[in-house]
T-cell receptor, first 114, second 113 residues
Framework: AQSVAQPEDQVNVAEGNPLTVKCTYS??????LFWYVQYPNRGLQFLLK??????LVKGSYGFEAEFNKSQTSFHLKKPSALVSDSALYFC????FGQGGKLIFGQGTELSVKP | SQTIHQWPATLVQPVGSPLSLECTVE??????LYWYRQAAGRGLQLLFY??????ISSEVPQNLSASRPQDRQFILSSKKLLLSDSGFYLC????????????FGDGTRLSIL
């Protein structure tokens, strides 16, 4: 069965510092991976995806993610954090069964302090 | 471009009352549709998904049901709400291509009194 893990419930970063939100996955076959962000009382917003090709994927709002097959990881990164990046972040992997479902991690709360 | 609408944004209902939450998608045809619940905290639980009109798959047994009367309309219902039905309900749509993301509505905050 496919699964995703986000090992950190919370990540605290100072504004201007680089940030990393971790995600590891377990799949049979090649993974299709996604990152989403959720602001309070809002739906999830798609940030970026890895399907195939370059291991470094660039997405919205200056975020990028690095796919590492040997470590089965897909960490979300940003070179310089903003206070407005504070939100809940979800990693997800595609379930290849019927319905195109996504399997989500439990989420990581990112807090960026000025 | 595609858009997804969910309403109402917030809802307060007494225990035992019925529920109907509606979700509609514009700008696409034959989307896959999904209902999620997010309990206090953070985790997302997939409740139902649909790959076509009248086709509903339930992921977890519960007090809720879903229907898809039209291609771009997805409804979440209950005949009698329980306290445990409280939560943040999210509708999402996705094209029937595995390399594309799902897109979410802004959710309904449901409180049961």
């Amino acid at each position: 069965a496919q699964s995703v893990a986000q090992p950190e419930d919370q990540v605290n970063v100072a504004e201007g510092n680089p940030l990393t939100v971790k995600c590891t996955y377990s799949v049979s076959g090649n993974p299709y991976l996604f990152w989403y962000v959720q602001y309070p009382n809002r739906g999830l917003q798609f940030l970026l995806k890895y399907i195939t090709g370059d291991n470094l994927v660039k997405g919205s709002y200056g975020f990028e993610a690095e796919f590492n097959k040997s470590q089965t990881s897909f960490h979300l990164k940003k070179p310089s954090a903003l206070v407005s990046d504070s939100a809940l972040y979800f990693c997800a992997v595609r379930d290849f069964g019927q319905g195109g479902k996504l399997i989500f991690g439990q989420g990581t709360e990112l807090s960026v302090k000025p | 471009s595609q858009t997804i609408h969910q309403w109402p944004a917030t809802l307060v209902q007494p225990v035992g009352s019925p529920l109907s939450l509606e979700c509609t998608v514009e700008g696409t045809s034959n989307p896959n549709l999904y209902w999620y619940r997010q309990a206090a905290g953070r985790g997302l639980q997939l409740l139902f998904y649909s790959v076509g009109i009248g086709q509903i798959s339930s992921e977890v047994p519960q007090n809720l049901s879903a229907s898809r009367p039209q291609d771009r309309q997805f409804i979440l219902s209950s005949k009698k709400l329980l306290l445990s039905d409280s939560g943040f309900y999210l509708c999402a749509w996705g094209p029937d291509r595995v390399n594309q993301p799902q897109h979410f509505g802004d959710g309904t905050r449901l409180s049961i009194l």
